[in-house]
């Protein structure tokens, strides 16, 4: 009891620790290094280090100002209110930066805003207050980063924070006793000093361990998406151009000649492609992609070819009016699953927006956007730098025995008739016969249309070396004809144009797809990291009843791009359903309501969490006070110990004892299979009826008997 | 909040510092629990034998048997040879090394007379970052036994003045108590070999046995006393105290010794005792209901009888002229409850009628200096009568 009301008197006394002023010049400076880090963590993703100078310039004036002044007892009132009118002001140009279109106002307000808090360090409370400021610091820096070195802050930081907490303790400790004891000795000291370096090798080594492990199995659910995260961008008010404008193009362009080598241009993005133009593309990161699912990242399609050159048949543009949450709706979601991704365009890229899956609802800042007929999405300018927008996709994925069932015959009949499908069937002619007959000899033993498209696919896939450099195109020739016949290597363009050349021939419709391959994941980012040289090219095949499905002939890329599984749990699924967009509160308010909506679950989560925390201190609180005042509640809980695991055994071992037993009469009837009954029993005995205390050596042998009694040899 | 928000921002640097900082307190947990385990104690004391009042020096040695050190230990070591109030005392240790004893001494003023157990020492540890604290109990069983205080008396008149005619000095003879030992002579039984005094001087030592026949010195302390001992300032330690100095005085005298108590949870002595054994009755006595007139009818024929009784009553005063009537010599010291803060006393009383017989009798009260009224006896019934009036 007294060893309860000690434990209840010391929380009381660390609460009231909290809240006394904080003299420790050490923890104070653990604060300012952990603050530091995250200032410039966020100097670092945005570049904007002016920003950091003037945050940890900020900091170190309200770390000194609190230490010297808070930690006396003896703060300036004048400082606190100007504390108070600079926080406001600051929160006045957060608003003022978002719709002034200022470089990552949030970041800006986070490290100003963090700066001010310093003045107001008071107590240890403030300072772990503080920590968490530098986490939300972090947060906007890890929502900004996209790439790893931003852990090199986040490793500073916790260091910070973990130094923190061991000086703390010790401090407290030191604070709270009579007597410090320390080795006496130099070489007492010495050895401490090894030990403590032993200690810390393996606090890191199994801290790695751990968090790696945790890093490793922590499910990634895909939530709803928020909508441009944490950068409110000034929208394009352009009008959606049937251009495509493509920034990385070079000013000069020579038909036919070979471009620099790696350029970040991809001569596929643009109003034709033409397959006699040659040229490398460069490593550099155009975007990063943050998609709980695989996927080709599609652009547009060109439907029509002269033999040399791809173009789309018809540039009409359709206009998308409607609105939901602020998205524009591309579609209506059917029946499949859906899932959201994030584009962080990185560098600046043509007007097109990509999108992966099949595209329903999009989340860009525009007044406008548009389709082009082949489902490409247009914007009226070039996507520049910084630029982020989310995308709402239904997965994309058929299974082959389905597909195996379709019938193409229609395409004779009056579904042919389709504009899309009539262009889709379109050849150019230049084709030769001996791409026909190429086409017809690989597919004559093809069962169904489905197995002739694998099987131009497989065939071009394993019969064609893919080469960066192909030869140059021979003047007046068809470019099928003279990769599949003369060249026989080339780039995905060729392997594309060649598969839909034979696949018209064999009255299977199908269009030419440009866009990026998905990148490399990093599972530290979460993002699909995607260069100029994953520019790619694939077809699309219409399949009756399902649409255009991908296929991909290129050496070395996925022959099937079809969506992959989508990270899910029961969160995505409630998430899911929250929807307070449909509120009539106008637009604006709209958008924060759906904004708010895309939030919510967090925060009643997050709301949950802490108050289920609030009330379980509560109730431990209640639960330690209730046990100081019926101390008789909780005496002889040994005794019960004991007598738990005597009942415990009794009834694995589905042996009750009646009341007429005694308990070794009862320990005899079963002495030959368990004979270490009878120990236990007389262990309950002399917790029966011996008066002394009972020892917790006693009670810790009834647990090992009861181990023996039932653990398999 | 931060996973929370990595889903929905499918962030993964999010997911990175989620798993850091669950890491962290998961390491956390995990190095707590095993951060206070094969931690090692030995106590020891200064001196083995100590007295009421004494400062005394207790040495706590901690270390871990194996393993790596344990670091920021809170301690709590509870005294009980100390003062209630000063049992207590918090210590911080940032290491406790491996298999090099970290050593820690404290003075301690011995409060009270008794038998001790140190309880075990109770440790604490937030390792590795405060995240869990973890508690455990050290024990190192520790007894220890505290002998009233011993206040030599130069000389104790009234005693003197009693036992002058008839006593003589303590000798050795044929009895069943132990006088002390000496050197084994031709002749000794060999049953009575000290085997323990053997074993220390190297040379063959033989137990001596007082002559019971000697007449003696018998002290009877009184254990009927219901008033509180709470404090350590109570009617009964006066007895105890009064009780061990005159049986001190008796002893370097010469004179053998007996100790009449009324605790039935220690052994009854009808024979002299030897100093050792009168210290450990008087450590261990406490109150205890007794039959008073039963009690003194236990006393030695031929003796002087010294009464020393913390509550007086009537019944002491009958059993005392019982006594008296008898042909013992008797001498009563009779604590004045009254002086200790207790509301019902009839020490005036008992000692009007005690005077009254014939039987000599002091009041000691709690004020006083209980070593000086026994020295200054010869008058001290005029003077203390003096002083309480």
């Known amino acids: 009891m007294q060893q309860l009301r000690e434990r209840y008197n010391a929380m009381q006394a660390a609460r009231r620790k909290k809240r006394a002023p904080e003299t420790s010049l050490r923890l104070r400076a653990m604060v300012f290094c952990a603050q530091t880090a995250a200032v410039l963590a966020v100097g670092h993703v945005t570049r904007l280090w002016w920003l950091s100078l003037i945050g940890i310039g900020i900091l170190a004036v309200g770390s000194y100002y609190a230490a010297h002044f808070h930690a006396a007892g003896r703060p300036v009132r004048a400082i606190r209110i100007g504390t108070f009118i600079a926080l406001h002001l600051a929160l006045g140009y957060l608003f003022v930066g978002i719709f002034a279109g200022l470089p990552y106002p949030q970041a800006q307000f986070a490290v100003i805003a963090t700066g001010i808090?310093?003045?107001?360090?008071?107590?240890?409370?403030?300072l772990f207050s503080a920590f968490g400021m530098g986490l939300i610091n972090l947060y906007v820096a890890a929502t900004l980063s996209r790439d790893v070195t931003f852990g090199l802050f986040l490793i500073v930081f916790l260091a910070c924070w973990l130094a923190f907490m061991w000086i703390a303790d010790n401090e407290d400790g030191t604070q709270r006793s009579a007597a410090v004891i320390r080795p006496p000795h130099a070489e007492q000291q010495a050895r401490q000093r090894r030990t403590f370096g032993a200690r810390l090798a393996q606090f890191a080594a199994l801290g790695g361990l751990c968090v790696a492990l945790i890093f490793v199995l922590t499910p990634r659910f895909a939530g709803r998406p928020l909508f441009m995260p944490l950068s409110i961008q000034v929208p394009i008010r352009a009008q959606p151009s049937a251009q495509i404008i493509n920034p990385a193009a070079p000013l000069v362009q020579f038909e036919g000649v070979t471009a620099v080598a790696d350029s970040e241009y991809y001569y596929g993005f643009a109003n034709s492609l033409d397959l006699s133009y040659r040229g490398g593309l460069s490593d550099t990161l155009m975007m990063y992609v943050s998609s709980p699912a695989w996927s080709y990242w599609r652009g547009y399609a060109y439907d029509t070819f002269d033999g040399v050159r791809w173009a789309q048949s018809d540039s009409t543009l359709t206009t998308l009016n409607t609105r939901r949450r602020s998205g524009f709706v591309l579609r209506g979601t059917g029946s499949r699953e859906t899932f959201v991704q994030s584009f962080y365009i990185a560098q600046d890229m043509p007007n097109v927006l990509w999108t992966g899956g099949i595209a329903s609802e999009i989340f860009f800042p525009a007044q406008e956007i548009a389709t082009d007929r082949t489902g490409g999405v247009r914007v009226g300018e070039p996507l520049r730098a910084g630029t982020v927008y989310?995308?709402?996709?239904?997965?994309?994925?058929?299974?082959?025995?389905?597909?195996?069932?379709?019938?193409?015959?229609?395409?004779?009949?009056?579904?042919?008739?389709?504009?899309?499908?009539?262009?889709?069937?379109?050849?150019?002619?230049?084709?030769?016969?001996?791409?026909?007959?190429?086409?017809?000899?690989?597919?004559?033993?093809?069962?169904?249309?489905?197995?002739?498209?694998?099987?131009?696919?497989?065939?071009?896939?394993?019969?064609?070396?893919?080469?960066?450099?192909?030869?140059?195109?021979?003047?007046?020739?068809?470019?099928?004809?003279?990769?599949?016949?003369?060249?026989?290597?080339?780039v995905c363009e060729h392997y594309v144009s060649a598969m839909i050349v034979m696949l018209r021939s064999l009255e299977i419709p199908a269009r030419f797809v440009v866009g990026y391959g998905s990148g490399d994941y990093n599972p530290i980012t979460n993002f699909y990291e995607v260069r100029a040289n994953d520019a790619h090219a694939w077809v699309e095949v219409y399949f009756p009843g399902f649409g255009w499905l991908p296929f991909d002939p290129t050496p070395g890329w996925n022959g099937s791009p079809q969506t992959g599984e989508i990270a899910r749990s029961f969160l995505t699924e409630w998430m899911g359903t929250l929807d307070l967009s449909q509120i009539p509160l106008g637009q604006v308010a709209a958008v924060g309501a759906a904004a708010f909506s895309a939030i919510l679950p967090v925060l009643l989560v997050t709301a949950a969490l802490t108050a289920a925390f609030f009330l379980m201190r509560f109730l431990i609180d209640r639960l330690k006070r209730w046990r100081i005042r019926h101390p008789k509640a909780l005496a002889d809980v040994e005794r019960r110990a004991i007598f738990a695991v005597y009942r415990r055994a009794l009834r694995r071992m589905r042996a009750p004892r009646s009341p007429a037993q005694t308990l070794r009469e009862h320990a005899g009837q079963f002495a030959a299979d368990h004979p270490i009954l009878d120990e236990l029993a007389q262990i309950v005995e002399r917790a029966a009826y011996d008066p002394t205390p009972v020892s917790q050596r006693l009670i810790a042998r009834a647990r090992q008997l009861f181990r023996i009694m039932f653990t398999k040899p | 909040m931060l996973y929370l928000f990595g889903n929905q921002t499918q962030v993964g640097w999010l997911y990175v510092m989620s798993a850091l900082l669950a890491g962290v307190v998961g390491l956390g947990f995990l190095l707590s629990r095993g951060s206070l385990r094969r931690l090692r104690l030995d106590r020891s004391l200064s001196s083995d034998s100590i007295y009421e009042s004494d400062a005394v020096q207790v040495e706590l040695a901690l270390q871990r048997s194996r393993g790596l050190a344990a670091y920021q230990v809170e301690l709590t070591e509870t005294c009980p040879l100390a003062a209630p109030n000063d049992r207590e005392q918090r210590l911080y240790a940032p290491l406790i090394p491996v298999r090099h004893p970290l050593i820690y001494a404290y003075p301690v003023l011995v409060d009270r007379r008794g038998v001790y157990s140190f309880p075990a020492l109770a440790v604490r540890s937030g390792f590795p970052f405060g995240f869990f604290r973890r508690r455990a109990h050290i024990s190192a069983p520790t007894s220890v036994m505290v002998y009233p205080e011993v206040r030599p008396l130069a000389r104790f008149p009234l005693l003197e003045k009693q036992l002058a005619a008839q006593l003589s000095i303590m000798r050795a003879g044929h009895g069943g108590e132990i006088l002390g030992v000496r050197p084994f002579r031709s002749g000794d039984s060999p049953r009575h070999v000290h085997w323990r005094s053997t074993a220390r001087t190297g040379q063959l030592m033989s137990k001596e046995f007082a002559d019971e026949t000697q007449p003696g010195l018998t002290l009877i302390l009184d254990t009927a006393f219901e008033g509180s001992t709470t404090t350590k300032h109570n009617p009964f330690e006066w007895a105890v105290k009064c009780a061990v100095s005159v049986a001190d005085y008796g002893v370097r005298r010469g004179y053998p010794l007996r100790l009449l108590h009324g605790d039935a949870r220690l052994p009854p002595f009808d024979?002299?005792?030897?100093?050792?054994?009168?210290?450990?009755?008087?450590?261990?006595?406490?109150?205890?209901?007794?039959?008073?007139?039963?009690?003194?009818?236990?006393?030695?024929?031929?003796?002087?009888?010294?009464?020393?009784?913390?509550?007086?009553?009537?019944?002491?005063?009958?059993?005392?002229?019982?006594?008296?009537?008898?042909?013992?010599?008797?001498?009563?010291?009779?604590?004045?409850?009254?002086?200790?803060?207790?509301?019902?006393?009839?020490?005036?009383?008992?000692?009007?009628?005690?005077?009254?017989?014939?039987?000599?009798?002091?009041?000691?009260?709690?004020?006083?200096?209980?070593?000086?009224?026994?020295?200054?006896?010869?008058?001290?019934?005029?003077?203390?009568?003096?002083?309480?009036?």
Do not use: C
């Open chain 1, 117 to 126: 808090v310093t003045f107001e360090l008071y107590n240890r409370l403030n």
């Open chain 1, 390 to 490: 989310s995308v709402v996709s239904e997965r994309l994925e058929v299974d082959p025995a389905v597909l195996r069932t379709v019938d193409f015959s229609v395409y004779t009949g009056e579904f042919k008739q389709i504009a899309d499908v009539q262009t889709a069937l379109q050849l150019p002619p230049t084709t030769t016969a001996r791409t026909r007959e190429l086409a017809r000899s690989i597919t004559a033993n093809a069962a169904s249309d489905y197995d002739k498209i694998i099987a131009v696919r497989d065939h071009l896939l394993t019969s064609y070396p893919y080469d960066f450099y192909p030869p140059p195109q021979a003047p007046d020739t068809d470019a099928v004809d003279q990769f599949l016949f003369v060249d026989q290597r080339g």
């Open chain 2, 271 to 389: 024979h002299a005792l030897v100093w050792d054994v009168v210290l450990q009755l008087m450590a261990r006595i406490q109150p205890h209901p007794t039959n008073t007139a039963q009690l003194f009818s236990r006393a030695a024929s031929g003796s002087l009888v010294v009464a020393v009784i913390p509550a007086p009553r009537p019944a002491h005063v009958a059993a005392l002229t019982d006594l008296r009537g008898r042909g013992f010599p008797i001498m009563a010291l009779l604590i004045d409850p009254i002086s200790f803060g207790e509301a019902d006393s009839k020490a005036d009383d008992s000692y009007a009628a005690l005077t009254a017989n014939g039987i000599d009798a002091l009041v000691i009260r709690g004020d006083e200096d209980y070593a000086a009224v026994l020295s200054q006896s010869t008058k001290v019934q005029g003077s203390s009568r003096a002083a309480a009036s």
